[in-house]
Structures are given as C-alpha cells and as structure tokens.
C-alpha cells in the first residue's frame, strides 16, 4: 500500500467508534513484544480525541488503521506522545512515520514551549524522533510529574523501574526540547586556507638506500680498526 491510501487527520468526536480496537491492539502489540506500556482503558482514549489531543489513521473507506495521542505533564511544561499504534498488516508501510510527524506538529501548536519526551523499546519509534529533533536523555531530565510515572504501574517492567530506583529500565527514554532548537546558531563556513608548500625532506626510498651504501660494512670498520 501507498502512503496516499491513508489520510492522518487529528481525531474527532466521529473517530470514538475506534477506540476499544485501539485499546485492545495497543495491549496485543505489548504482549507481543515481551514489553509493556501503560494500559489505557477506551474511555481515556475517548476522551483524547474529545479534548483533540489525538490523531488518527484512516484506510480511505473509514477503517482504523493508526492512532496516537498527547499527554501533558508538569502543569504543561511536558508532553508525551503517547500510545502509537498501526495495524498490524500496515507495519513497517511508513504509516507510523506519517503519524508520528502529525501528533508531533500538532503538540509544538499546542504547547510551543513544552519540552516533547517519549520512552520506548522500539527502534523504528527510536529513528522516527530522531528524525524529528528528539535525543536521547537520562530519565532525570524526564518530568518528575508523580501521575506520569503511576502511569507506569501496569507496564510489565514495572518492577525493574522500582527497582532501579526510576532512574532507568527496559525503554529508552528520548526528548525534543524547543528551547534549544531555538538557540542553535549555525557556525559560519570557514574557507580553507591554503598551505604553503614547504621543502620536502630528502627521505625516498633511493635517498635511503644511497646514505646506505655509503656506510662502512661491518668487514670495513674492522680493517679500520685493525688499521
């Protein structure tokens, strides 16, 4: 399939007649993987969309076929994009791509100045948010915000976070921060200067070989001694 057979469209309240299959693959996806996120029930994915903090993939005869959404931390100064998801049959067909890019120009419009973070176990979500401007992170630069992490309580791995006392586990943990895109100055192109030629030391290997020959061989320096 071609990217053009999906639209990616910020979610309404028209799209609720998804979110228990969103739901329901979100926890299949999981358990697949041997890895967890926070379970969301499809009243607060409902919800998401209500609020339009969620966007949507579409098959173009209205079937569900991604979906991801925005969660705020820290009073707003923090958001996650949250719960990505493509149907299985779509995987690795660039629709993930399409909605990672969507959620994410659609939280710097709605929150400009928070700082974008995201744990996963998933390298191709790891290339995606790179490709946005995200990096890698310690979990210490991540909100401190207690509801985000009481979020984490029925990933699978959540004993190894309490474990390691937060300040790790299984996802990697990746942020994009406007404040810092927004300092960046570009280095101004230095042009090459151009070396003068210096003398070449005499060292060829015919150079070498004639210091060589005009050393005393060993039978030499005896008759010299002897001498």
Known sequence: MNQSDFIVIIAEEQHVIHSAQICAEMESSA??????????????????????????????????????????????????????????????????????KKIFELSRHKYPDA???????????????????????????LTDDEEFWKGCRSCVNFEILQSKGRSNCLCTAMLYDPAKEESFVALPVVE?????????????????????????TQSQTSNMTAA
């Open 31 to 100: 358990k697949a993987r041997g890895t967890g996120i926070a379970k969301r029930s499809p009243e607060y994915i409902t919800q998401k969309m209500m609020e339009g903090k969620a966007v949507i993939a579409l098959h173009a005869d209205g079937r569900w076929a991604g979906f991801c959404y925005i969660e705020t931390w820290g009073h707003g100064k923090y958001v996650a994009n949250s719960g990505l998801i493509v149907s299985p049959d779509l995987r690795k067909s660039g629709l993930a791509r399409q909605i990672k």
């Open 115 to 141: 700082k974008i973070f995201g744990l996963t176990t998933a390298l191709a979500v790891m290339r995606i948010n790179s490709s946005l401007g995200y990096t890698p992170v310690t979990y210490s630069e």
């Open 192 to 216: 090459k200067v151009e070396k003068q030629a210096q003398p070449q030391k005499a060292n060829s290997v015919q150079d070498r070989w004639a210091r060589h020959r005009q050393r005393p």
